[in-house]
């Protein structure tokens, strides 16, 4: 992977991460479903009349949205309405890595190589240094509704890879267009009709947090991660989402004085050191073979 593009996964790690406290934010006012929808039809609106449809197959667009939209986001909103705390949900919705590695593997044939599986285990050995200090606080079913959220967030990139080398903005444009329909009519049977209202006169720091998610987060975020995966293996792209728990603890720590433990700083940094070894070990260790 190139540094550039090395950067630009990063820098999508950091939003991603404060994504969450604007969830957290969006959800106090709004029915988490139909935040959902306001987020996804900001996303889409007014993008979808200057921003041609991506030259792919329109199922492949309407089943990224479903994904995403409606299940990835629909799941993770509730868990934190729920009471799950913005930063462990931010470290749960990591095991999209190795959702995302195994079908990756099973549907395309995509071998993780030795240094990328060793790197992963020490980033998983991260990540679980920093849930045994954080899952004590967490309910059983938001816990469950974040696990699904990352699978849904799994299946999304393995349908995003279908779609080859498209515009991705457009791609991520449209999917969202297709995820609002779904999203209304399940807040309907779900959050009743006054959820209604919640959407057309949201409080400002809720329209705000909808913003940031729409054209940061989404528009931004999730069209350059589209873009990765289409150039690079899943195995090489997928372990910077392990960052996003780092810039999520933080990001809490910041804005509702989540405080960091030592515990979680050292899984912070196994993560760090995972991941290097993932981008960086297989070149490590070709480089100390020719040395030889």
């Known amino acids: 992977m190139s540094l550039r593009d090395a950067f630009a996964a990063l820098l999508i790690a950091i939003v991603w991460g404060a994504g969450f406290v604007a969830m957290k934010i969006g959800v106090r006012e709004v029915p ?22 991506p030259k792919t197959k329109p199922w492949i667009v309407i089943a990224y949205g ?69 899952a004590g606080g967490a309910e059983l079913f938001p816990f469950l509704l974040v696990i699904g959220a990352a699978i849904s967030w799994s299946a999304g990139n393995m349908i995003g890879k279908l779609a080859g080398r498209v515009d991705m903005v457009g791609f991520t444009v449209w999917s969202s267009l297709a995820a609002i329909v779904p999203l209304f009519a399940l807040s309907m049977l779900v959050e009743g009709p006054a959820s209604a209202g919640a ?24 069209s350059m991660w589209a873009n990765l995966l289409s150039r690079y293996p899943a195995a090489m792209v997928a372990p910077f ?39 960086l070990g297989a070149k490590a260790l070709a480089r100390l073979r020719l040395s030889f």
């Open 66 to 134: 479903f994904a995403i939209g409606v299940m990835q986001f629909s799941l993770v909103f509730t868990a934190i309405k729920l009471g799950m705390p913005a930063g462990l949900s931010s470290l749960v919705i990591q095991s999209q890595v190795f959702f995302t590695i195994l079908f990756a593997w099973a549907a395309m044939g995509e071998k993780p190589g030795g240094a990328r599986i060793a790197g992963g285990l020490v980033a998983m050995a991260g990540v679980i240094v920093i849930a045994s200090e954080r």
């Open 199 to 222: 959407f057309i006169r949201p409080g400002w720091p809720s329209f705000a947090s909808a913003v940031f998610l729409a054209w940061v987060a989404t528009l931004f975020g999730y």
């Open 32 to 53: 988490p479903i139909m935040f959902s929808a306001l987020r996804f039809t900001l996303a889409a609106f007014p993008a979808v009349f200057f921003i041609a449809m």
């Open 241 to 279: 989402s392990l960052l996003v728990p780092v810039f999520g603890f933080l990001s809490a720590q910041i804005f509702f004085d989540e405080p960091t433990t030592a515990r979680e700083f050292w899984g912070a940094l196994l993560v760090l050191a995972g991941l290097t070894w993932v981008v």
